[in-house]
């Protein structure tokens, strides 16, 4: 797979982002990374639905970006055929108000979150955030009819939104963390030849709880792991102090749980080879990412974490910039070679 300017990347990212990955139930975007990553290395799939891809000689590297994605599941179906769903992952009530979505039964099943007119509403009902109790989904269906195709367990996935808006920015579902995959994948194109042995981790489960991480990350031999997610974009709502901006670069992590000399290296050779960058500082004892576990795995991992600026997180129109992933592998190619003597780095 040879990723050769932005519009090679932008369809890359459209199909991966049209693939179904809601935590639990990978088997699909897996299936297509599975392929993807038969350019590099022998590659398996576990029974979480983890992807490994393993390839090269020489100091061993863990590259890590998760594929699975919030959405919803189907708890029941009730007398007049509408469906009552819980979360999975960390959905906003706020977006869920007529909302399109599909219902991944036995069949996709297209419906609408049920929503109340203004004419009917009330003053208090114009401020009110729903609960997950008070979501009903619409499919048009009575109950027996939509029992045909729909069970309780079945996930649900919000409408697959995907276009480009003005400059390099791309607008979409999901690209938390199939953004971070496509970083991935071209790093694998930069690093195939490199004097190095790198894992790559398409890791399930990170958005109920960094799940597939845990045990995916489970090796005696690796010397640095190094995670890829998505982070804060600046908006006008935001405090600027908390986000990075798009369009400004890969974003490097700095915490207590994160290997320093790793986050100083960094920086040091985005420095060096001109890649922009920002610095997020998280302070506590997590990032709320894979690397929280990575570092803790069997002995210890030295863990950094790189992540890629993103608006409207956790929504159907979630928003990054290209260039910011492709600084992103540029950064995990030149300092995995500054760690092996690769005069180019």
């Not at 036995?106 to 979501?135: A, F, M, R």
């Amino acid at each position: 797979m040879i990723l050769s300017d932005n519009m090679e990347i932008i369809e890359l990212l459209k199909e991966m982002t049209s693939h179904i990955g809601v935590s639990g139930c990978e088997d699909d975007i897996a299936s297509l990374l599975s392929e993807k990553l038969k350019d590099y290395g022998s590659v398996t799939v576990d029974s979480m639905n983890n992807v490994k891809c393993t390839f090269g000689e020489g100091r061993h590297f863990l590259l890590e970006a998760h594929i699975d994605e919030i959405g919803m599941i189907v708890k029941s179906i009730t007398d007049d055929g509408f469906i009552k769903v819980d979360k999975c992952g960390g959905i906003d009530n706020r977006m869920l108000t007529a909302s399109e979505v599909s219902i991944w039964g036995k069949k996709e099943c297209k419906g609408v979150i049920s929503t109340l007119p203004p004419h009917l509403q009330s003053g208090s009902d114009e401020k009110k955030v729903p609960s997950l109790d008070e979501v009903s989904i619409d499919v048009g269906m009575t109950k027996d009819e939509a029992e045909k195709f729909i069970s309780p367990g079945d996930r649900v996935t919000f409408k697959r939104n995907f276009y480009p808006l003005l400059s390099d920015q791309i607008c979409s579902s999901v690209l938390d963390d199939r953004a971070g995959v496509c970083a991935l994948l071209l790093a694998c194109e930069k690093l195939k030849d490199t004097n190095a042995k790198i894992t790559v981790l398409l890791s399930s489960q990170e958005e109920v709880g960094t799940r597939g991480a845990k045990s995916g990350a489970y090796n005696d031999d690796i010397d640095e792991a190094i995670c890829v997610d998505v982070s804060f974009g600046y908006t006008p709502a935001c405090k600027k102090s908390d986000c990075g901006e798009l369009g400004k670069g890969v974003m490097i992590g700095v915490s207590p749980i994160l290997d320093k000399n790793m986050s100083d290296t960094m920086i040091s050779v985005a420095k060096k080879n001109d890649i922009p960058y920002q610095i997020e500082v998280m302070g506590g004892g997590h990032t709320g990412t894979d690397a929280d576990v990575i570092t803790v795995c069997k002995q210890g991992i030295k863990t950094s974490l790189l992540s890629i600026p993103q608006k409207y997180m956790h929504s159907p129109v979630e928003v990054v910039s290209i260039s910011d992933i492709e600084a992103t592998a540029d950064l995990i190619t030149q300092y995995i070679k500054s760690k092996v003597g690769d005069s180019n780095a």
